[in-house]
């Protein structure tokens, strides 16, 4: 049994509680699973139709549970609550345990968002030791500047943690852009996870239909890249891993269209300007988007995908 405080780990913050309790094992020299024994589970761990725990599992903590965390990180509980998205996420039945410390398997998006890998390099820099690390961080917060890296998603069954972007500084620089949209966005009195998520299925719209885009050199290049230099054979796999990261600049920019006073007044110009009409295949706006996006060709080719998103919020 270890010393309770006898190592301080620090939490990082947005970090899942699954992830604080397997680098505390690391600092003791444990295996993860010996330091959870600890703890009575009340479920088994999520895992992978393949077998394995998924990367993105969270445990829920009773009150006991959580207190003998603490003790075990040498971290006051208020600190770990700020930190810990899951702390007090803790189910009823859970509150109920009185005096034993009780844990309940979830996974991280069912608890608190989308979860991805910690950029290792960061982790070292924050905690002296470059180990994994699992934290909540939402898909328009994916860049580490710091590092040029595209940090994944975790609830994938694969083993890559992150991409390399220093190649792609376009990438690097749209994650720095996107703070000045989010702010717009606030601005306009909108959500900026909403229009993220539309820029985003706009994106994700064209990368499906980008096979057939002879004229598209920008995202091949991009693909390429991410994928060490060639995706070669692999490519179809290379194209699920890298899409997020390889569109990330055309999601940025989109957003930023969307957001664009201007851009909207020809949206209402092109639906007839107060005269419904159907969009036109020339119509301004895509025309404008697509020069924004560095493809002077794409503009009609998005005004007649009528089943895609961006027509959808244009209609």
């Known amino acids: 049994m270890i010393h309770p405080g006898l190592l301080r780990t620090a939490p990082l913050q947005g970090e899942t509680t699954s992830s604080l309790i397997c680098r505390i094992a690391g600092r003791y020299g444990m295996e993860a699973k010996v330091l959870r024994a600890c703890w009575k589970w009340r479920n088994y761990p999520p895992g992978h139709e393949g077998g394995g725990m998924r990367a993105d599992a969270e445990v829920l903590l009773s009150t006991a549970g959580r207190r003998l965390l603490a003790g075990m990180c040498g971290v006051e509980e208020d600190v770990l609550a700020r930190a810990l998205p899951s702390w007090g996420e803790a189910e009823a039945k859970l509150r109920a345990e009185a005096g034993d410390p009780v844990g309940l398997w979830r996974t991280g998006g069912a608890?608190?968002?989308?979860?991805?890998?910690?950029?290792?390099?960061?982790?070292?820099?924050?905690?002296?030791?470059?180990?994994?690390?699992?934290?909540?961080?939402?898909?328009?917060?994916?860049?580490?500047?710091?590092?040029?890296?595209?940090?994944?998603?975790?609830d994938a069954n694969q083993q890559l943690e992150h991409l390399d972007l220093r190649g792609l500084p376009e990438v690097v620089a749209a994650?720095?852009?996107?703070?000045?949209?989010?702010?717009?966005?606030?601005?306009?009195?909108?959500?900026?996870?909403?229009?993220?998520?539309?820029?985003?299925?706009?994106?994700?719209?064209?990368?499906?239909?980008?096979?057939?885009?002879?004229?598209?050199?920008?995202?091949?290049?991009?693909?390429?890249?991410?994928?060490?230099?060639?995706?070669g054979g692999d490519l179809e796999r290379w194209r699920i891993v890298g899409r997020d990261a390889v569109v990330f600049p055309e999601v940025v920019a989109a957003a930023e269209a969307l957001l664009d006073p201007a851009m909207a007044?020809?949206?209402?110009?092109?639906?007839?300007a107060g005269r419904p009409r159907a969009l036109p295949a020339d119509g301004m706006f895509c025309r404008r988007l697509g020069e924004r996006l560095g493809r002077e060709w794409l503009g009609p080719l998005a005004a007649t995908d009528h089943g895609g998103p961006l027509i959808a919020w244009m209609g």
Request: glycine residues 8%.
């Open 111 to 154: 608890v608190a968002g989308p979860v991805a890998f910690g950029c290792r390099l960061c982790t070292a820099r924050r905690t002296g030791a470059a180990v994994r690390a699992v934290r909540y961080t939402p898909r328009w917060e994916r860049v580490c500047v710091r590092h040029g890296r595209w940090l994944l998603d975790a």
């Open 175 to 231: 994650q720095r852009r996107w703070a000045s949209v989010s702010r717009r966005a606030l601005r306009a009195g909108t959500e900026p996870e909403r229009v993220f998520a539309l820029a985003q299925a706009v994106a994700a719209r064209w990368w499906e239909q980008a096979y057939g885009w002879e004229r598209e050199t920008i995202w091949p290049r991009r693909l390429h890249q991410v994928a060490g230099g060639d995706a």
């Open 265 to 272: 007044q020809l949206v209402w110009v092109d639906s007839g």
